[in-house]
T-cell receptor
Framework: NAGVTQTPKFQVLKTGQSMTLQCAQD?????MSWYRQDPGMGLRLIHY???????DQGEVPNGYNVSRSTTEDFPLRLLSAAPSQTSVYFC????????????FGSGTRLTVV | AQTVTQSQPEMSVQEAETVTLSCTYD???????LFWYKQPPSRQMILVIR??????QNATENRFSVNFQKAAKSFSLKISDSQLGDAAMYFC??????????FGTGTRLTIIP
């Protein structure tokens, strides 16, 4: 049981490039989310999904796209990377609406130069 | 606005002593959930303890306990018998009726041998 797996762990991008951060969970969790963590701040919600085929925007969605074609996977796409997107990105999941503990992945450190 | 505030950027405690980390929040919701997360240098976000707002009894997990004061909107974390492995950033977070976790800015805890 691997929990929540994020790949890659580190990435450097040039301004304007696009890429996809991968997130997979093997716990059959219904709810999945993406957060970013910036220095001196707590985590902020980018996008979330309450089930396959259902996604919604969080607090800071601009510049990011998501889709949820399967229960297991929830990739985050950066359309055209900007230096302001330099951050640590976390994927999280929880079983469903009646459960409240989130499991986090180990994060992806992204640097945009 | 729904907010979570941690007013102690840094705390230190002698090994084996007790330390309390403070957290206050603001919300108009009646049903919400409160969490403390630990983030060691490995970057992993680890759930320490959680509290449902409708429960009057304070949550306890081994050496970790909370003091939940609903009227004062306060949710402090007490760590007893502090150990070197407790050194980390601690984040207070809440889910105020929707899918978003709102985080405080964190408290860096140092354990003095």
């Amino acid at each position: 049981n691997a929990g929540v797996t994020q790949t890659p762990k580190f990435q450097v991008l040039k301004t304007g490039q696009s890429m996809t951060l991968q997130c997979a969970q093997d716990m059959n969790h219904e709810y999945m989310s993406w957060y970013r963590q910036d220095p001196g701040m707590g985590l902020r919600l980018i996008h979330y999904s309450v089930g396959a085929g259902i996604t919604d925007q969080g607090e800071v969605p601009n510049g990011y796209n998501v889709s949820r074609s399967t229960t297991e996977d929830f990739p985050l796409r950066l359309l055209s990377a900007a230096p302001s997107q330099t951050s640590v990105y976390f994927c999280a999941s929880r079983p469903g609406p009646q459960t409240h503990g989130y499991t986090f992945g180990s994060g992806t450190r992204l640097t945009v130069v | 606005a729904q907010t979570v505030t941690q007013s102690q950027p840094e705390m230190s405690v002698q090994e084996a002593e007790t330390v309390t980390l403070s957290c206050t929040y603001d919300t108009s919701e009646s049903d919400y959930y409160l969490f403390w997360y630990k983030q060691p240098p490995s970057r992993q976000m680890i759930l320490v303890i959680r509290q449902e707002a409708y429960k009057q009894q304070n949550a306890t997990e081994n050496r970790f306990s909370v003091n939940f004061q609903k009227a004062a909107k306060s949710f402090s974390l007490k760590i007893s018998d502090s150990q070197l492995g407790d050194a980390a950033m601690y984040f207070c977070a809440s889910r105020f009726g929707n899918e978003k976790l709102t985080f405080g800015t964190g408290t860096r805890l140092t354990i003095i041998p």
